[in-house]
């Protein structure tokens, strides 16, 4: 089995190139299924396929850690204590999860990875925690101009986060990818032509590995 992950800052285009490349892979003969990892245990949990049901938003409580507007009274510091303690051990539990029991599927394409997860929940600690987890057989980084991003932005919620947050968003990407050789793809392409470099890059990589 080969885990492929798509990731880069909110409206990049990682959904919308996961599913494509799911679909192009089923047309040329491979079993590939679509996952968002980050979701994958909550919706077991909940028994529902809505990823809304989300019962924890990290990257909610990271940004409100970063506006000056918040308070960060008890409720707050308590809910950010549980959901650190507990998201590595889910993060890890939920790549067991893809590895064993998503093995029948040839390659598991990822919409999105733990990476943004641990950053939000532990800041700039979370470059240590990232060390540590396992990777993806193969990462590719969705690379581009924030104001594009901004504007394809459907969500109310992404689209009033503020710059710092996806500006420091970014340049994790940017350092991670280069440190472990991910895949760089300039994001500010038609998804067509997205499309296009992501499958040979991958095909190329796979070629008599399945």
Known sequence: ????AIVGPDSCGKTTQAKMLVDRL????YKAVY???IFILLNIL???RDNDVAL???RKTRTSEMSESNNHGKRYLTKKL???LLGYPYALITYIFMKFYLSRNKIVVCDRYFYQFFFDLFGDFGKKIIRIFPRPDIT????????LFYSRMNDSFDASVGRTYYTEVLNLYRRISQKYGFIH???NHNKEAINDIIFMHLTKEIRGVL
């Open 1 to 4: 089995m080969v885990i492929v």
């Open 26 to 29: 089923g047309n040329g003969g």
């Open 35 to 37: 996952v968002q990892p």
């Open 46 to 48: 909940t028994r529902s």
């Open 56 to 58: 924890i938003s990290p």
């Open 82 to 84: 549980f959901m650190s």
């Open 140 to 147: 590719f980084f969705l690379d581009g101009d924030l104001d």
């Open 185 to 187: 793809v300039n994001a």
